[in-house]
Protein backbone atom coordinates (compact mmCIF):
# COMPACT_ATOMS: atom_id res chain seq x y z
CA UNK A 1 0.00 0.00 0.00
CA UNK A 2 3.29 2.43 0.62
CA UNK A 3 3.80 1.68 -3.10
CA UNK A 4 0.39 2.48 -4.45
CA UNK A 5 0.53 5.78 -1.82
CA UNK A 6 4.03 6.52 -3.50
CA UNK A 7 2.88 5.77 -7.15
CA UNK A 8 -0.81 6.00 -7.69
CA UNK A 9 -0.60 6.04 -11.41
CA UNK A 10 0.67 2.46 -11.15
CA UNK A 11 -2.31 1.19 -9.45
CA UNK A 12 -3.71 -0.99 -12.18
CA UNK A 13 0.03 -2.93 -12.72
CA UNK A 14 -0.50 -4.45 -8.87
CA UNK A 15 -3.71 -6.14 -9.92
CA UNK A 16 -3.32 -7.08 -13.80
CA UNK A 17 -5.73 -9.49 -15.16
CA UNK A 18 -8.22 -8.26 -12.10
CA UNK A 19 -11.85 -7.53 -13.49
CA UNK A 20 -13.45 -7.16 -10.67
CA UNK A 21 -12.79 -4.24 -8.03
CA UNK A 22 -15.11 -4.53 -5.31
CA UNK A 23 -15.62 -1.13 -4.29
CA UNK A 24 -17.05 1.02 -0.79
CA UNK A 25 -20.68 1.25 -0.55
CA UNK A 26 -20.46 4.44 0.71
CA UNK A 27 -17.08 6.83 0.31
CA UNK A 28 -17.55 9.67 3.12
CA UNK A 29 -15.19 13.24 2.86
CA UNK A 30 -14.89 14.96 6.45
CA UNK A 31 -13.97 18.52 6.09
CA UNK A 32 -13.33 21.43 7.66
CA UNK A 33 -11.07 24.07 9.49
CA UNK A 34 -8.37 22.83 11.77
CA UNK A 35 -9.28 21.62 14.76
CA UNK A 36 -13.07 21.77 14.43
CA UNK A 37 -13.15 17.99 15.50
CA UNK A 38 -13.00 16.29 12.20
CA UNK A 39 -10.72 13.12 13.65
CA UNK A 40 -13.42 13.02 16.55
CA UNK A 41 -16.62 12.94 14.27
CA UNK A 42 -14.70 10.25 12.44
CA UNK A 43 -13.54 8.75 15.47
CA UNK A 44 -17.33 8.59 17.00
CA UNK A 45 -18.76 7.53 13.55
CA UNK A 46 -16.27 4.29 13.28
CA UNK A 47 -17.24 3.88 16.43
CA UNK A 48 -21.11 3.76 16.01
CA UNK A 49 -21.20 2.05 12.59
CA UNK A 50 -19.26 -0.93 14.04
CA UNK A 51 -22.22 -1.25 17.04
CA UNK A 52 -24.61 -1.09 14.46
CA UNK A 53 -23.14 -2.99 11.96
CA UNK A 54 -20.88 -5.62 13.25
CA UNK A 55 -19.81 -7.91 10.87
CA UNK A 56 -18.76 -4.38 7.93
CA UNK A 57 -15.43 -3.37 7.63
CA UNK A 58 -14.97 0.23 7.72
CA UNK A 59 -11.82 1.74 6.32
CA UNK A 60 -10.18 5.85 7.41
CA UNK A 61 -7.89 7.63 4.87
CA UNK A 62 -6.62 10.44 6.83
CA UNK A 63 -4.89 13.24 5.52
CA UNK A 64 -2.69 15.82 7.19
CA UNK A 65 -0.32 18.28 5.29
CA UNK A 66 3.69 17.70 4.76
CA UNK A 67 5.53 20.18 6.02
CA UNK A 68 6.45 22.80 2.56
CA UNK A 69 10.04 23.37 3.63
CA UNK A 70 11.50 19.89 4.46
CA UNK A 71 9.01 17.04 3.26
CA UNK A 72 8.34 15.83 6.41
CA UNK A 73 4.84 15.49 8.53
CA UNK A 74 3.65 14.78 11.34
CA UNK A 75 0.19 12.80 11.14
CA UNK A 76 -1.63 13.04 14.08
CA UNK A 77 -5.41 12.34 13.28
CA UNK A 78 -4.61 8.62 14.32
CA UNK A 79 -4.46 9.82 17.94
CA UNK A 80 -8.25 10.06 18.33
CA UNK A 81 -9.05 6.92 16.88
CA UNK A 82 -6.12 5.07 18.55
CA UNK A 83 -9.24 2.78 20.33
CA UNK A 84 -10.22 0.65 17.55
CA UNK A 85 -6.74 0.12 16.44
CA UNK A 86 -7.10 -3.54 17.70
CA UNK A 87 -10.50 -3.77 16.02
CA UNK A 88 -9.63 -6.55 13.06
CA UNK A 89 -12.51 -4.10 10.88
CA UNK A 90 -11.47 -1.27 10.92
CA UNK A 91 -8.53 -0.25 8.61
CA UNK A 92 -7.12 3.15 9.14
CA UNK A 93 -4.72 4.88 6.97
CA UNK A 94 -2.84 8.26 7.58
CA UNK A 95 -1.47 9.94 4.45
CA UNK A 96 0.96 13.28 4.46
CA UNK A 97 -0.95 15.98 1.54
CA UNK A 98 3.03 15.96 0.05
CA UNK A 99 2.39 19.00 -1.06
CA UNK A 100 -0.50 18.21 -3.36
CA UNK A 101 -3.05 21.09 -3.56
CA UNK A 102 -6.62 20.71 -2.68
CA UNK A 103 -6.17 19.08 0.07
CA UNK A 104 -6.36 15.41 -0.75
CA UNK A 105 -2.69 13.52 -1.73
CA UNK A 106 -2.81 11.98 -4.82
CA UNK A 107 -2.04 8.56 -3.91
CA UNK A 108 -5.49 9.15 -1.34
CA UNK A 109 -7.30 7.32 -4.58
CA UNK A 110 -5.38 4.27 -4.66
CA UNK A 111 -5.41 3.52 -1.00
CA UNK A 112 -9.32 4.07 -1.45
CA UNK A 113 -9.80 1.30 -4.44
CA UNK A 114 -7.41 -0.97 -1.90
CA UNK A 115 -10.26 -0.46 0.80
CA UNK A 116 -12.55 -1.15 -1.53
CA UNK A 117 -10.65 -4.25 -2.68
CA UNK A 118 -10.22 -5.49 1.59
CA UNK A 119 -13.91 -4.97 1.32
CA UNK A 120 -14.85 -2.08 3.52
CA UNK A 121 -18.23 -0.93 3.61
CA UNK A 122 -17.72 2.65 4.39
CA UNK A 123 -14.68 4.46 4.28
CA UNK A 124 -14.04 8.23 5.45
CA UNK A 125 -11.31 10.49 4.20
CA UNK A 126 -10.43 12.90 6.57
CA UNK A 127 -8.64 15.81 4.62
CA UNK A 128 -6.20 18.66 5.52
CA UNK A 129 -8.66 21.40 7.20
CA UNK A 130 -7.35 24.05 4.74
CA UNK A 131 -11.09 25.62 3.52
CA UNK A 132 -10.06 26.83 0.57
CA UNK A 133 -9.04 24.26 -1.79
CA UNK A 134 -10.48 20.81 -0.47
CA UNK A 135 -13.13 20.98 -2.97
CA UNK A 136 -11.17 17.98 -4.27
CA UNK A 137 -12.35 15.85 -1.95
CA UNK A 138 -15.87 16.32 -4.19
CA UNK A 139 -14.99 14.50 -6.70
CA UNK A 140 -14.00 11.08 -4.75
CA UNK A 141 -16.44 11.06 -1.97
CA UNK A 142 -19.82 10.04 -2.67
CA UNK A 143 -20.71 12.65 0.09
CA UNK A 144 -18.90 15.46 1.73
CA UNK A 145 -19.18 15.88 5.56
CA UNK A 146 -18.48 19.79 6.57
CA UNK A 147 -17.51 20.05 10.37
CA UNK A 148 -17.08 23.66 11.92
CA UNK A 149 -17.21 24.68 15.58
CA UNK A 150 -17.56 27.60 17.39
CA UNK A 151 -14.85 30.06 18.27
CA UNK A 152 -13.27 29.69 14.99
CA UNK A 153 -12.99 32.91 12.65
CA UNK A 154 -12.64 31.31 9.46
CA UNK A 155 -15.76 29.01 9.82
CA UNK A 156 -18.01 31.34 7.48
CA UNK A 157 -15.14 32.90 5.48
CA UNK A 158 -14.63 28.95 4.84
CA UNK A 159 -18.36 28.69 3.61
CA UNK A 160 -17.77 31.13 1.39
CA UNK A 161 -14.63 29.62 -0.47
CA UNK A 162 -16.47 27.17 -1.82
CA UNK A 163 -17.03 24.87 0.85
CA UNK A 164 -21.03 25.41 0.64
CA UNK A 165 -21.30 24.17 -2.36
CA UNK A 166 -19.90 20.79 -1.97
CA UNK A 167 -21.27 19.97 1.56
CA UNK A 168 -23.72 17.73 1.66
CA UNK A 169 -24.21 17.15 5.37
CA UNK A 170 -22.66 20.38 7.85
CA UNK A 171 -21.71 18.86 11.02
CA UNK A 172 -21.64 22.25 14.27
CA UNK A 173 -19.52 20.69 16.51
CA UNK A 174 -18.76 21.55 19.91
CA UNK A 175 -22.32 21.95 20.70
CA UNK A 176 -21.29 22.06 24.12
CA UNK A 177 -19.54 25.35 24.05
CA UNK A 178 -20.95 28.67 23.55
CA UNK A 179 -21.12 29.91 20.16
CA UNK A 180 -22.36 26.85 18.69
CA UNK A 181 -26.26 27.95 18.64
CA UNK A 182 -25.26 30.81 16.70
CA UNK A 183 -22.83 29.64 13.82
CA UNK A 184 -26.02 26.90 13.83
CA UNK A 185 -28.39 29.82 13.06
CA UNK A 186 -25.39 31.45 10.78
CA UNK A 187 -25.00 28.53 9.09
CA UNK A 188 -28.52 27.59 8.01
CA UNK A 189 -29.34 31.36 7.03
CA UNK A 190 -26.36 31.06 4.57
CA UNK A 191 -27.05 27.98 3.35
CA UNK A 192 -30.82 28.81 2.55
CA UNK A 193 -29.58 32.33 1.31
CA UNK A 194 -27.22 30.41 -1.04
CA UNK A 195 -30.37 28.28 -2.31
CA UNK A 196 -32.59 31.23 -2.74
CA UNK A 197 -29.30 32.32 -5.36
CA UNK A 198 -29.67 29.20 -7.27
CA UNK A 199 -34.15 29.89 -7.49
CA UNK A 200 -32.44 32.88 -9.12
CA UNK A 201 -29.84 31.50 -11.32
CA UNK A 202 -32.38 28.36 -12.28
CA UNK A 203 -35.34 31.25 -12.59
CA UNK A 204 -33.03 32.73 -15.11
CA UNK A 205 -32.49 29.86 -16.97
CA UNK A 206 -35.66 29.08 -17.56
CA UNK A 207 -36.45 32.68 -18.74
CA UNK A 208 -33.59 32.38 -21.09
CA UNK A 209 -31.27 33.87 -19.97
CA UNK A 210 -29.08 31.09 -18.50
CA UNK A 211 -26.51 29.98 -21.10
CA UNK A 212 -24.97 27.20 -19.56
CA UNK A 213 -27.04 23.80 -19.89
CA UNK A 214 -25.25 22.41 -16.78
CA UNK A 215 -23.92 25.28 -14.83
CA UNK A 216 -21.38 24.30 -12.12
CA UNK A 217 -23.54 25.41 -9.55
CA UNK A 218 -27.00 24.00 -10.62
CA UNK A 219 -25.06 20.52 -10.85
CA UNK A 220 -23.46 20.80 -7.73
CA UNK A 221 -27.47 21.85 -6.55
CA UNK A 222 -28.61 19.05 -8.14
CA UNK A 223 -27.96 16.34 -4.44
CA UNK A 224 -30.48 18.26 -2.86
CA UNK A 225 -30.63 20.46 0.18
CA UNK A 226 -27.58 19.75 2.63
CA UNK A 227 -28.53 18.78 6.33
CA UNK A 228 -27.64 20.20 9.17
CA UNK A 229 -26.22 18.69 12.57
CA UNK A 230 -25.38 19.40 15.77
CA UNK A 231 -22.83 17.33 18.12
CA UNK A 232 -20.58 17.21 20.97
CA UNK A 233 -18.55 14.47 19.26
CA UNK A 234 -16.38 13.79 22.47
CA UNK A 235 -19.79 13.14 24.18
CA UNK A 236 -20.83 10.71 21.65
CA UNK A 237 -23.51 13.66 20.96
CA UNK A 238 -25.62 14.00 17.56
CA UNK A 239 -23.57 10.67 16.09
CA UNK A 240 -26.55 8.69 15.77
CA UNK A 241 -28.44 11.17 13.57
CA UNK A 242 -25.42 12.23 11.71
CA UNK A 243 -25.11 8.31 10.41
CA UNK A 244 -28.65 7.83 9.97
CA UNK A 245 -28.74 11.13 8.01
CA UNK A 246 -25.58 9.40 6.05
CA UNK A 247 -27.94 6.53 5.63
CA UNK A 248 -30.17 8.03 4.50
CA UNK A 249 -28.88 9.86 1.56
CA UNK A 250 -26.83 6.52 0.58
CA UNK A 251 -30.63 5.64 -0.68
CA UNK A 252 -31.67 8.33 -2.40
CA UNK A 253 -28.41 8.49 -4.05
CA UNK A 254 -26.71 5.50 -5.15
CA UNK A 255 -27.58 5.95 -8.66
CA UNK A 256 -25.97 8.99 -9.78
CA UNK A 257 -22.92 8.11 -7.51
CA UNK A 258 -22.53 5.33 -10.15
CA UNK A 259 -22.67 7.03 -12.72
CA UNK A 260 -19.25 9.45 -11.00
CA UNK A 261 -17.59 6.33 -10.23
CA UNK A 262 -17.21 5.16 -13.83
CA UNK A 263 -16.74 8.55 -14.97
CA UNK A 264 -13.53 8.51 -12.29
CA UNK A 265 -12.79 5.23 -13.37
CA UNK A 266 -12.24 6.61 -17.09
CA UNK A 267 -10.26 9.45 -15.52
CA UNK A 268 -8.07 7.07 -13.40
CA UNK A 269 -7.53 4.89 -16.85
CA UNK A 270 -6.28 7.81 -19.20
CA UNK A 271 -4.25 8.65 -16.17
CA UNK A 272 -1.88 5.69 -16.31
CA UNK A 273 -2.09 5.62 -19.79
CA UNK A 274 -0.60 8.76 -19.77
CA UNK A 275 1.60 7.96 -16.84
CA UNK A 276 2.80 4.73 -18.96
CA UNK A 277 3.21 6.96 -22.08
CA UNK A 278 5.30 8.85 -20.18
CA UNK A 279 7.73 5.99 -18.60
CA UNK A 280 8.09 4.52 -21.91
CA UNK A 281 9.10 7.65 -23.68
CA UNK A 282 11.35 8.31 -21.27
CA UNK A 283 12.72 4.89 -21.62
CA UNK A 284 12.81 4.98 -25.46
CA UNK A 285 14.54 8.58 -25.16
CA UNK A 286 17.38 6.81 -22.93
CA UNK A 287 19.69 8.95 -20.24
CA UNK A 288 20.49 12.07 -22.17
CA UNK A 289 16.78 12.66 -23.93
CA UNK A 290 18.12 12.36 -27.35
CA UNK A 291 16.93 9.26 -28.59
CA UNK A 292 20.50 8.57 -30.29
CA UNK A 293 21.03 11.22 -32.90
CA UNK A 294 17.61 10.71 -34.49
CA UNK A 295 16.69 14.31 -32.49
CA UNK A 296 19.49 15.82 -34.48
CA UNK A 297 17.92 14.72 -37.81
CA UNK A 298 15.24 17.58 -36.61
CA UNK A 299 17.89 19.84 -35.65
CA UNK A 300 19.65 19.62 -39.20
CA UNK A 301 16.25 19.91 -40.74
CA UNK A 302 15.42 16.53 -42.53
CA UNK A 303 12.32 15.85 -40.15
CA UNK A 304 9.49 17.60 -39.17
CA UNK A 305 9.07 18.06 -35.55
CA UNK A 306 5.82 16.67 -36.19
CA UNK A 307 7.00 13.44 -37.94
CA UNK A 308 9.56 13.50 -35.14
CA UNK A 309 6.73 13.33 -32.24
CA UNK A 310 4.71 10.47 -34.64
CA UNK A 311 7.70 8.32 -34.79
CA UNK A 312 8.45 8.59 -30.92
CA UNK A 313 4.63 7.81 -30.85
CA UNK A 314 4.85 4.75 -32.61
CA UNK A 315 7.89 3.35 -30.95
CA UNK A 316 6.50 4.13 -27.73
CA UNK A 317 3.45 2.12 -28.33
CA UNK A 318 5.20 -0.75 -29.55
CA UNK A 319 8.11 -1.19 -26.75
CA UNK A 320 7.51 -3.25 -23.90
CA UNK A 321 5.73 -2.33 -20.11
CA UNK A 322 8.64 -2.35 -17.89
CA UNK A 323 7.09 -3.52 -14.65
CA UNK A 324 9.82 -2.27 -11.97
CA UNK B 1 9.99 -0.83 -3.41
CA UNK B 2 9.02 2.81 -1.94
CA UNK B 3 12.26 4.14 -3.44
CA UNK B 4 11.11 7.50 -3.41
CA UNK B 5 8.47 7.84 -0.82
CA UNK B 6 10.10 8.83 2.96
CA UNK B 7 10.62 6.57 5.39
CA UNK B 8 7.65 6.63 7.81
CA UNK B 9 7.58 6.44 11.79
CA UNK B 10 5.10 5.68 14.20
CA UNK B 11 5.82 7.37 17.95
CA UNK B 12 4.12 5.37 20.17
CA UNK B 13 4.04 5.66 23.92
CA UNK B 14 3.08 2.87 25.85
CA UNK B 15 2.71 2.28 29.45
CA UNK B 16 0.71 4.60 32.36
CA UNK B 17 2.52 8.08 32.46
CA UNK B 18 1.08 11.00 30.65
CA UNK B 19 3.77 12.98 29.92
CA UNK B 20 4.40 13.14 25.99
CA UNK B 21 6.69 16.27 25.46
CA UNK B 22 9.54 13.96 24.84
CA UNK B 23 7.56 11.84 22.13
CA UNK B 24 6.19 14.79 20.22
CA UNK B 25 9.88 16.50 20.67
CA UNK B 26 11.15 13.58 18.81
CA UNK B 27 8.27 13.37 16.73
CA UNK B 28 8.75 17.06 15.40
CA UNK B 29 12.69 16.29 14.72
CA UNK B 30 11.72 13.72 12.95
CA UNK B 31 9.61 15.83 10.56
CA UNK B 32 11.82 18.42 10.41
CA UNK B 33 14.75 15.92 9.11
CA UNK B 34 11.70 14.99 6.19
CA UNK B 35 10.29 11.70 7.48
CA UNK B 36 6.70 11.26 8.09
CA UNK B 37 5.55 10.62 11.40
CA UNK B 38 2.87 9.04 12.52
CA UNK B 39 2.19 9.94 15.79
CA UNK B 40 -0.29 8.20 18.00
CA UNK B 41 -0.73 9.30 21.57
CA UNK B 42 -0.06 8.24 25.60
CA UNK B 43 -0.73 5.51 26.78
CA UNK B 44 -1.13 3.16 24.29
CA UNK B 45 -0.73 -0.78 25.01
CA UNK B 46 1.45 -2.51 22.46
CA UNK B 47 -1.08 -4.53 20.76
CA UNK B 48 -2.49 -0.91 19.80
CA UNK B 49 0.90 0.12 18.99
CA UNK B 50 2.10 -2.92 16.72
CA UNK B 51 -1.19 -2.74 15.00
CA UNK B 52 -1.08 0.82 14.26
CA UNK B 53 2.13 0.04 12.86
CA UNK B 54 1.43 -2.63 10.47
CA UNK B 55 -1.91 -0.85 9.22
CA UNK B 56 -0.23 2.01 8.41
CA UNK B 57 3.08 0.14 6.98
CA UNK B 58 5.97 2.11 9.07
CA UNK B 59 9.51 1.32 8.35
CA UNK B 60 9.97 1.95 12.27
CA UNK B 61 8.31 2.06 15.72
CA UNK B 62 9.89 4.66 17.99
CA UNK B 63 8.74 4.09 22.37
CA UNK B 64 8.68 6.61 24.40
CA UNK B 65 8.89 5.21 27.85
CA UNK B 66 9.14 7.52 31.37
CA UNK B 67 7.48 4.63 33.64
CA UNK B 68 10.02 2.15 34.29
CA UNK B 69 8.33 -1.20 32.43
CA UNK B 70 10.50 -0.73 29.64
CA UNK B 71 12.02 -4.01 29.43
CA UNK B 72 8.69 -6.08 29.43
CA UNK B 73 6.72 -3.13 27.06
CA UNK B 74 9.67 -3.29 24.74
CA UNK B 75 10.09 -7.64 24.89
CA UNK B 76 6.02 -7.48 24.54
CA UNK B 77 6.01 -4.97 21.09
CA UNK B 78 9.09 -6.99 19.85
CA UNK B 79 7.02 -10.42 19.97
CA UNK B 80 3.77 -9.09 18.97
CA UNK B 81 5.50 -7.71 15.65
CA UNK B 82 7.29 -11.19 15.06
CA UNK B 83 3.57 -13.07 15.83
CA UNK B 84 2.51 -10.58 12.98
CA UNK B 85 5.25 -11.55 10.75
CA UNK B 86 6.00 -7.87 10.72
CA UNK B 87 10.01 -8.19 12.63
CA UNK B 88 11.40 -6.24 9.59
CA UNK B 89 9.63 -3.38 11.58
CA UNK B 90 12.93 -1.50 13.42
CA UNK B 91 12.07 -1.06 16.92
CA UNK B 92 13.93 1.99 18.40
CA UNK B 93 13.38 3.67 22.14
CA UNK B 94 13.48 6.98 23.95
CA UNK B 95 13.35 8.35 27.43
CA UNK B 96 14.05 7.86 31.10
CA UNK B 97 16.10 4.41 30.68
CA UNK B 98 18.56 3.40 32.61
CA UNK B 99 22.50 3.35 31.07
CA UNK B 100 22.85 -0.59 32.24
CA UNK B 101 19.65 -1.60 30.94
CA UNK B 102 20.60 -0.58 27.45
CA UNK B 103 22.88 -3.60 26.66
CA UNK B 104 19.90 -5.68 27.31
CA UNK B 105 17.35 -4.25 25.11
CA UNK B 106 19.82 -3.81 22.46
CA UNK B 107 20.56 -7.47 22.62
CA UNK B 108 16.81 -7.97 22.64
CA UNK B 109 16.62 -6.78 19.03
CA UNK B 110 15.86 -2.93 20.02
CA UNK B 111 18.29 -0.61 17.59
CA UNK B 112 19.03 2.37 19.66
CA UNK B 113 17.97 3.69 23.13
CA UNK B 114 18.11 8.13 22.70
CA UNK B 115 18.22 8.68 26.77
CA UNK B 116 17.38 12.84 27.57
CA UNK B 117 19.94 14.75 26.46
CA UNK B 118 20.63 13.01 22.89
CA UNK B 119 20.72 15.50 19.76
CA UNK B 120 18.54 16.09 17.46
CA UNK B 121 21.18 15.67 14.94
CA UNK B 122 22.36 12.30 16.28
CA UNK B 123 18.65 10.63 16.25
CA UNK B 124 18.13 11.73 12.78
CA UNK B 125 21.32 10.59 11.63
CA UNK B 126 21.15 7.20 13.98
CA UNK B 127 18.00 7.07 12.12
CA UNK B 128 18.83 7.20 8.58
CA UNK B 129 21.68 4.90 8.73
CA UNK B 130 19.68 2.20 10.14
CA UNK B 131 16.66 2.59 7.82
CA UNK B 132 19.11 2.67 5.37
CA UNK B 133 17.90 6.04 3.05
CA UNK B 134 18.26 9.51 3.29
CA UNK B 135 14.95 11.24 4.25
CA UNK B 136 13.82 14.80 2.56
CA UNK B 137 16.08 14.77 -0.11
N1 LIG C 1 -15.57 20.85 23.70
C1 LIG C 1 -15.48 20.01 22.69
N2 LIG C 1 -14.26 19.72 22.18
C2 LIG C 1 -14.19 18.85 21.15
C3 LIG C 1 -15.33 18.23 20.60
N3 LIG C 1 -14.95 17.43 19.57
C4 LIG C 1 -13.61 17.55 19.50
N4 LIG C 1 -13.14 18.39 20.44
C5 LIG C 1 -11.75 18.77 20.70
O1 LIG C 1 -11.26 19.58 19.66
C6 LIG C 1 -9.87 19.34 19.45
C7 LIG C 1 -9.58 19.02 17.98
O2 LIG C 1 -10.25 17.83 17.63
P1 LIG C 1 -9.81 16.96 16.38
O3 LIG C 1 -10.83 15.89 16.23
O4 LIG C 1 -8.40 16.58 16.46
O5 LIG C 1 -9.98 18.06 15.22
P2 LIG C 1 -9.57 17.95 13.70
O6 LIG C 1 -10.54 18.77 12.94
O7 LIG C 1 -9.45 16.53 13.30
O8 LIG C 1 -8.15 18.65 13.70
P3 LIG C 1 -7.03 18.65 12.55
O9 LIG C 1 -6.99 17.27 11.96
O10 LIG C 1 -5.78 19.01 13.28
O11 LIG C 1 -7.45 19.69 11.57
C8 LIG C 1 -9.49 18.19 20.37
O12 LIG C 1 -8.90 18.72 21.50
C9 LIG C 1 -10.82 17.56 20.69
O13 LIG C 1 -10.82 16.92 21.94
C10 LIG C 1 -16.61 18.54 21.18
O14 LIG C 1 -17.65 18.07 20.76
N5 LIG C 1 -16.61 19.44 22.22
MG1 LIG D 1 -7.81 15.56 12.48
Redo the contacts with the bound molecule.
Sequence with gaps: MTFIGDHPQRLPELFEGMTHWPQARLVVGVT????????????HMIAEYRQRFPQRRIGVI?V?PSSPFTGGAVL??R??MMRHATDPLVFIRSLASRGHLGGLTLGAKGVLRIMGLIGCDVVFI?T??VGQSEVEVAGVADLVMV?L?PGQGDSVQMLKAGLMEIGDLFVV?????PGAQTLHRNLLQSLSLDQGAEHDCQHAKSAGAGTAEDGPLISLRKKGLPDVFM?????H?GIDEIVDGLEAKVEGHSDQWRQRREDMLVDEIRESVLEEARRRLDQTLGNNGRAGDRLGQVLRGEMSVAQMAQELLERTAESKRNLK | MASEGKPRILIGKPGLDGHDRGAKYVAHILRDAGFEVIYTGIRRTPEQIVEAAVQEDVAAIGLSLLSGAHNELFKRVLDLLKEKGASDIVVFGGGVIPEKDIPGLKAMGIVEVFTPGTSAKTIVETLERVLGSKAGQ
Design positions: GAPGSGKSTVTDADGDVREVGVANKADLAAANDV
